[in-house]
T-cell receptor
Framework: AQSVTQLGSHVSVSEGALVLLRCNYS??????LFWYVQYPNQGLQLLLK??????LVKGINGFEAEFKKSETSFHLTKPSAHMSDAAEYFC?????????????FGKGTKLSVKP | SQTIHQWPATLVQPVGSPLSLECTVE??????LYWYRQAAGRGLQLLFY??????ISSEVPQNLSASRPQDRQFILSSKKLLLSDSGFYLC?????????FGPGTRLTVT
């Protein structure tokens, strides 16, 4: 069965600093992986997805993630944080063994950006 | 293009009252539909999903139910709300595994 672990429920960075949000997955088959962002009181918005093509995936708002099979990781990065990046970020893996390709979400990491 | 709507946006209901939340999708046919709940500190919990009209799968036993009376309409209901039903309810749709989320409904049970 697939699973996702996000290390750190809260991450705080200064404006202009590197953003690194960690995600490790468990999957017995090549995974499809996703990062979503949620701004306060809004739905989730897709940032980027990995579907077994290039291992470095570029998304919206300057974010990117690298799929590392040897480390079973899919960490999200952004070189320079902006105040508008403050939000909650969710990593997800597609659930092949379960229900019709549903997504399994991590518990989320709340990103704070200090001026 | 596809859009997903949820209403109401916010709702305050007393314990023991009924609930009906609605989700509709435009611009696609026969999508998979999902209801999730976010409660404080508990991440994103999948409640129900549907692969077609009248086909509902429940992921978590509780006092909530879901129905899909039309292809692009998904309804979340309860006959009697509990305090623990408070949270942020999200509807999502999918065709190829990639899920697209609605704006959510904030439910407060008092």
């Amino acid at each position: 069965a697939q699973s996702v672990t996000q290390l750190g429920s809260h991450v705080s960075v200064s404006e202009g600093a590197l953003v690194l949000l960690r995600c490790n997955y468990s999957s017995s088959v090549p995974p499809y992986l996703f990062w979503y962002v949620q701004y306060p009181n809004q739905g989730l918005q897709l940032l980027l997805k990995y579907t077994s093509a290039a291992t470095l995936v570029k998304g919206i708002n300057g974010f990117e993630a690298e799929f590392k099979k040897s480390e079973t990781s899919f960490h999200l990065t952004k070189p320079s944080a902006h105040m508008s990046d403050a939000a909650e970020y969710f990593c997800a893996v597609m659930d092949y063994g379960g229900s019709q390709g549903n997504l399994i979400f991590g518990k989320g990491t709340k990103l704070s950006v200090k001026p | 293009s596809q859009t997903i709507h949820q209403w109401p946006a916010t709702l305050v209901q007393p314990v023991g009252s009924p609930l009906s939340l609605e989700c509709t999708v435009e611009g696609t046919s026969n999508p998979n539909l999902y209801w999730y709940r976010q409660a404080a500190g508990r991440g994103l919990q999948l409640l129900f999903y549907s692969v077609g009209i009248g086909q509902i799968s429940s992921e978590v036993p509780q006092n909530l139910s879901a129905s899909r009376p039309q292809d692009r309409q998904f309804i979340l209901s309860s006959k009697k709300l509990l305090l623990s039903d408070s949270g942020f309810y999200l509807c999502a749709w999918s065709l190829t595994g990639l899920q697209y989320f609605g704006p959510g409904t904030r439910l407060t049970v008092t």
